[in-house]
């Protein structure tokens, strides 16, 4: 099975099937994720654990 090497920036599904994209790498395997919500009572981004690679799916779009 081919190991996923996500980067920063790059746009992924989790394995809980949420969209999250990928915006700092806090070091080899885990990194905070954008995950889009504006609402005041779901502030994931300041609230969620950073993203683990083995939280990912796959990789949906990378930037170039």
């Known amino acids: 099975m081919k190991k996923i090497k996500p980067q920063e920036y790059?746009?992924?599904?989790l394995k809980n099937?949420?969209?999250?994209?990928?915006?700092d790498q806090l070091?080899?395997?885990?990194?905070?994720?954008?995950?889009?919500i504006e609402t005041e009572e779901e502030k994931l981004f300041w609230e969620a654990?950073?993203?683990?690679?083995?939280?990912?799916?796959?990789?949906?779009?990378?930037p170039e």
């Open 17 to 23: 099937g949420k969209k999250v994209g990928l915006i």
């Open 27 to 36: 070091d080899e395997t885990h990194f905070w994720a954008d995950y889009g």
């Open 10 to 13: 790059d746009l992924v599904l």
């Open 49 to 62: 654990p950073p993203v683990s690679v083995d939280d990912i799916e796959k990789v949906l779009y990378r």
